[in-house]
């Protein structure tokens, strides 16, 4: 079984600028997260899809950051513009239904950006 | 708002060694805690769930317990080898699903050859 796919693996660059990243969750799987992990510090969800329906996007920035997951299948996240402190790696994950209590999230590889 | 702790922040001991991590958590109405490994650069590897109603969950050399009451859960790791360096980061599930999880700081682990 395929994990989650996630792109690029790495991306560099200068403040005020935009940047997408790419996520393909396991085949089947209903709920998609995005997550961003600073330097030292545990996840922080962003937002989190069932299908392509937005359950919960509370900690989003949504003056700059956002996400669509039109299909129900894959995602793409945007920072326009990025700021220093959007330095991060952004994690996406996925699970079967997303409502079970005992359901395991599987996570990507991640994406690591840098603002300089 | 559930907040978790991850006791130590950093830990090293000899191969062989058992030992154990620290969690706790702020509100004990969750459904759900999970242990996840991070390698360097990687991402996050489910190892075990405890569901709520559940006191421990055991895979292979790991044991996770869970005092829903105290709002604590421990990682054990028995006969520690150099493989098994990597963070190990706690999550709690407050929301049934919905409301991802939320994270401790993570414990950063090195076993000495």
């Known amino acids: 079984e395929a994990g989650v796919a996630q792109s690029p693996r790495y991306k560099i660059i200068e403040k005020r600028q935009s940047v997408a990243f790419w996520c393909n969750p396991i085949?089947?799987?209903?709920?998609l997260y995005w997550y961003q992990q600073i330097l030292g510090q545990g996840p922080k969800l962003l937002i989190q899809?069932?299908?392509?329906?937005?359950?919960?996007d509370s900690q989003l920035p949504k003056d700059r950051f956002s996400a669509e997951r039109l299909k129900g299948v894959d995602s793409t996240l945007k920072i326009q513009p990025a700021k220093l402190e959007d330095s991060a790696v952004y994690l996406c994950?996925?699970?079967?239904?997303?409502?079970?209590?005992?359901?395991?999230?599987?996570f990507g590889s991640g994406t690591q950006l840098s603002v300089l | 708002k559930q907040e978790v702790t991850q006791i130590p922040a950093a830990l090293s001991v000899p191969e062989g060694e058992n030992l154990v991590l620290n969690c706790s958590f702020t509100?004990?109405?969750?459904?759900?805690l999970q242990w996840f490994r991070q390698d360097p650069g990687k991402g996050l590897t489910s190892l075990l769930l405890?569901?709520?109603?559940?006191r421990e969950q055991t895979s292979g050399r790991l044991n996770a317990s869970l005092d829903k009451s105290s709002g604590r859960s421990t990682l054990y790791i028995a006969a520690s080898q150099p493989g098994d360096s990597a963070t190990y980061l706690c999550?709690?599930?407050?929301?049934?699903?919905?409301?991802?999880?939320?994270f401790g700081k993570g414990t950063h682990l090195i076993i000495q050859p």
């Open positions: 899809f069932q299908n392509n329906g937005v359950v919960d």
């Open positions: 999550a709690v599930d407050s929301g049934g699903g919905a409301d991802g999880l939320t």
């Open positions: 994950a996925s699970s079967k239904t997303g409502t079970a209590t005992n359901e395991k999230l599987f």
């Open positions: 509100d004990s109405a969750i459904y759900n």
């Open positions: 085949s089947g799987h209903a709920t």
């Open positions: 405890i569901q709520s109603s559940q």
